[in-house]
């Protein structure tokens, strides 16, 4: 079985820029879940997605924008970045139904100057 | 608007001790509530979850209590270890199943 994988690890980008991270989901798993950790606190759910549709979303703006593929991995996309995007980016799969067990990948340090 | 409040923030047991983190909730339309453990440069990962028409659940040594009324619960480690260091968070599911709103973390450190 493998597990949640993420690319790239880190990330350095400048302000403006547009950025796009990858999520490869759990063996199985049909649901994907993106979430924004900034350091010292907890994940905040950007949105989530099932059978390749947006399926609810977090308080972030529309440049935050997703992809879901046939082979259930995803995209994270962000536009015009900010300073405050600076995060740790984890995407996290999990089975439809049981989305309180979600499985989380090592994240992606992103970083904008 | 914060709807997971968890503390202590940080919290320091000896080896065996017992660590409780406690969490309170804002909204009832939550119908699952997980907890999860991440270590530096990691993930989380899923602890234990409970239902709220459940009072308590053991899983080997983490324990969550639950308390429906108060909107309120726990985790409690039993014999910690210093391999139980990490950073503690408790979550809430939506009803509808979507997201999960987390709290802030309890970085735990267990001396030996």
């Known amino acids: 079985e493998t597990g949640v994988t993420q690319s790239p690890t880190h990330l350095i980008k400048t302000r403006g820029q547009q950025v796009t991270l990858r999520c490869s989901s759990q063996s199985g798993h049909n649901t994907v879940s993106w979430y924004q950790q900034a350091l010292g606190q907890g994940p905040q759910f950007i949105f989530q997605?099932?059978?390749?549709?947006?399926?609810g979303r977090g308080n972030f703006p529309p440049r935050f924008s997703g992809l879901q593929f046939p082979n259930y991995s995803s995209e994270l996309n962000v536009n015009a970045l900010l300073l405050g995007d600076s995060a740790l980016y984890l995407c996290?799969?999990?089975?439809?139904?049981?989305?309180?067990?979600?499985?989380f990948g090592p994240g992606t340090r992103l970083t904008v100057t | 608007q914060q709807q997971v409040k968890q503390s202590p923030q940080s919290l320091i047991v000896q080896k065996g001790g017992i660590p409780i983190i406690n969490c309170a909730y804002e909204n009832t339309a939550f119908d699952y509530f997980p907890w999860y453990q991440q270590f530096p440069g990691k993930g989380p990962a899923l602890l234990i979850a409970?239902?709220?028409?459940?009072s308590e659940k053991k899983e080997g040594r983490f324990t969550i209590s639950f308390n429906k009324s108060a909107k309120q619960f726990s985790l409690h480690i039993m014999d910690s270890q210093p391999g139980d260091s990490a950073t503690y968070f408790c979550?809430?599911?939506?009803?509808?199943?979507?997201?999960?709103?987390f709290g802030k973390g309890t970085t735990l450190s267990v001396s030996s």
């Open positions: 979550a809430a599911r939506r009803q509808a199943g979507t997201a999960l709103i």
């Open positions: 409970i239902r709220p028409d459940v």
């Open positions: 997605y099932y059978r390749e549709e947006e399926n």
């Open positions: 996290a799969s999990s089975f439809a139904g049981r989305t309180y067990e979600q499985y």
